[in-house]
């Protein structure tokens, strides 16, 4: 059975940081790539940021490259996303998403196959 469940979510400053960390399970998804998206009210589910399962490639949406650092534990089964300088334009439900079964784009929901519940980031001006 696939979980995956984020969590490191909560209020924080604007410049401040936090750490969001999706910990998954279940044989399907050891070997995927993963990614972090987010949700702001009343808008759609976007791309944040990708992760290949061997660790060559990472990817970023460009508002949050510089800021935003995707890793990845593979012994330890999590994939995490630290996040300096936030801005209040970063508040959103964040997701963790494994990309199984689908090769398609990266930056798109319908290419992944499993989502954990997602975790509110909040960030205050």
């Known amino acids: 059975q696939v979980q995956l469940v984020e969590s490191g979510g909560g209020l924080v400053q604007s410049g401040g940081s936090l750490r969001l960390s999706c910990a998954y399970s279940?044989?399907?998804?050891?070997?995927?790539?993963m990614a972090w998206f987010r949700q702001a009210p009343g808008k759609e589910r976007e791309f944040v940021a990708w992760?290949?399962?061997?660790?060559?490639?990472?990817d970023y949406t460009d508002s949050v490259k510089g800021r935003f650092t995707i890793s990845r534990d593979n012994a330890k089964n999590t994939v995490n996303l630290e996040m300096n300088s936030l801005k209040p334009e970063d508040t959103a439900v964040y997701y963790c998403?494994?990309?199984?079964?689908?090769?398609?784009?990266?930056?798109?929901?319908?290419?992944?196959?499993?989502w954990g519940q997602g975790t509110q980031v909040t960030v205050s001006s």
């Open positions: 279940g044989q399907t998804v050891t070997r995927a790539p």
């Open positions: 998403a494994a990309q199984v079964y689908n090769s398609a784009s990266i930056y798109f929901p319908n290419s992944y196959d499993y």
């Open positions: 992760h290949s399962w061997r660790g060559e490639k990472v």
